[in-house]
T-cell receptor, first 119, second 109 residues
Framework: GAVVSQHPSWVICKSGTSVKIECRSL??????MFWYRQFPKQSLMLMAT?????????EQGVEKDKFLINHASLTLSTLTVTSAHPEDSSFYIC???????????????FGPGTRLTVL | GEDVEQSLFLSVREGDSSVINCTYT??????LYWYKQEPGAGLQLLTY?????DMKQDQRLTVLLNKKDKHLSLRIADTQTGDSAIYFC?????????FGKGTTLSVSS
C-alpha cells in the first residue's frame, strides 16, 4: 500500500518552455502533498505543501509564480515549472500523506522523482 | 532553526552490521524517520519511530532514539550489497519533514 507515482520520470526541455509534473497517490487519498527539490548529492529541499482544494503554501525563497502547484483532487497534484531555465534543472520529488491512519499519522510516502533537464 | 546532521559516508563488508547515526536539534519533533534512496530513484520509507519511544526493531533494522541527546541511529544487521544506497534521517516538525544530507552506505562483498 501507500504507492505514489510521478510522471514523467525524466524530461528534457528547451529554455523558456513550461513543464508539468504529475504526482498521484495510487491506493490512498492524499490530504496533503509535498513537493521537494533535490540537487546532486544534497538533501531534499521542501518547496511547497498543498492541501486538496486550497492554495499551496510555499517555503521561503520559492517563487510561487515560477513553480505553480495545483492539487485538484485527493489523488493528484501537479507542479508546473514555468519559463524553465537551466538553473531549474534538478530532481523533483513529491510525497503524499493522509491524516488519521492509525500509527502512521501523516507519514509521507514519496514518489520516484522526476529528473528535469533544461537546455 | 531546525537542523539534521548525518555523517556522509559509511563503508562496510557484506554480512557485517551497519550503524548510521543522526542528530537533530528540534525537541518538538513528533516522529523520526529513516528513508532509503537508490540511485536515480525516490525515497523509500524504511522505518520510523515515535518520539516517546526508545527503540524499534523491524526485521534487520533497529532504530535507537536518545531523546535527551537528540540522537537517532539505524542499525542494519547482516548488511547485504543490496543495502548500498543513501540513507536519509528526517525529523517531523509540525507537518514538515526536515532531512539530513544523507549517508551513503557502501557494502563490499
Amino acid at each position: 500500500g501507500a504507492v505514489v507515482s510521478q510522471h514523467p520520470s525524466w524530461v528534457i526541455c528547451k529554455s523558456g518552455t513550461s513543464v508539468k509534473i504529475e504526482c498521484r497517490s495510487l491506493d490512498f487519498q492524499a490530504t496533503t502533498m509535498f513537493w521537494y527539490r533535490q540537487f546532486p548529492k544534497q538533501s531534499l529541499m521542501l518547496m511547497a505543501t498543498s492541501n486538496e482544494g486550497s492554495k499551496a503554501t510555499y517555503e521561503q525563497g520559492v517563487e510561487k509564480d515560477k513553480f505553480l502547484i495545483n492539487h485538484a483532487s485527493l489523488t493528484l497534484s501537479t507542479l508546473t515549472v514555468t519559463s524553465a531555465h537551466p538553473e531549474d534543472s534538478s530532481f523533483y520529488i513529491c510525497s503524499a500523506s493522509w491524516a488519521g491512519a492509525s500509527g502512521m499519522t501523516d507519514t509521507q510516502y514519496f514518489g520516484p522523482g522526476t529528473r528535469l533537464t533544461v537546455l | 532553526g531546525e537542523d539534521v546532521e548525518q555523517s556522509l559516508f559509511l563503508s562496510v563488508r557484506e554480512g557485517d552490521s551497519s550503524v548510521i547515526n543522526c542528530t537533530y536539534t528540534d525537541s518538538s519533533s513528533t516522529y523520526l524517520y529513516w528513508y532509503k534512496q537508490e540511485p536515480g530513484a525516490g525515497l523509500q520509507l524504511l522505518t520510523y519511530i515515535f518520539s516517546n519511544m526508545d527503540m524499534k526493531q523491524d526485521q534487520r533494522l533497529t532504530v535507537l532514539l536518545n531523546k535527551k541527546d537528540k540522537h537517532l541511529s539505524l542499525r542494519i544487521a547482516d548488511t547485504q550489497t543490496g543495502d548500498s544506497a543513501i540513507y536519509f534521517c528526517a525529523e517531523r516538525v509540525g507537518t514538515a519533514l526536515i532531512f539530513g544530507k544523507g549517508t551513503t552506505l557502501s557494502v563490499s562483498s
